[in-house]
């Protein structure tokens, strides 16, 4: 009997939240809502805050009013395959915009060979200054050039679509 309601409890909670998916979806399905949810997830998915960028995407879109599905989605490109690159290239670049613009690997050479955290605390500064504003300088760059490049994209796709099933733009 407990596992009878139970078991219904858990389905209205499913049903409830679908239909609260389903209605968001379909508010945020403009072409700028979905390009804007796409550069805000690769925007958080550059971010050097490890296991938030879902959360920096979440909140992101709703202050922004964008898609949230399509930024979750975006922060899908920071990766275990995608991390090195994205933040040696994040330092790199963060270190050409620091008055010490040596570039040096070094301390990322060390923070890898003793990957705890009395490593990143001691060097800290030295990573996570320029690892920052490279992060802020490339999720930028690339953010506002993904949101052109997938609104118009999204617009195309919007076209074909009504023009297969047989709707019109309204004015």
Known sequence: ???????????????RLR????????????????????????FASLSPFLGFHALIA?????????N????????????????IPIYLGSYG?????LPK???????FRELLRNADWSTFVHLG??????LLLGYVVAGTALATLSYFAVRALSRRYQERRRK???????S
């Open 101 to 107: 613009a040596e570039a040096k690997a070094e301390p």
């Open 58 to 66: 979440v909140v992101l879109s709703f202050v922004f009013r964008a």
């Open 19 to 42: 239909l609260f998916f389903i209605l968001l979806n379909r508010k945020d399905r403009s072409p700028h809502r979905i390009a804007l949810g796409f550069a805000i997830g690769l």
């Open 93 to 97: 670049l963060g270190m050409l915009f």
């Open 68 to 83: 949230k599905f399509v930024a979750l989605a975006a922060t899908l490109i920071n990766n275990p395959l995608t991390m």
């Open 164 to 170: 297969i099933i047989g709707l019109h733009r309204p």
């Open 1 to 15: 009997m407990l596992a009878a309601s139970f078991i219904a409890g858990l389905k209205r909670r499913h049903k």
């Open 125 to 130: 500064n030295s990573i996570l200054i320029p």
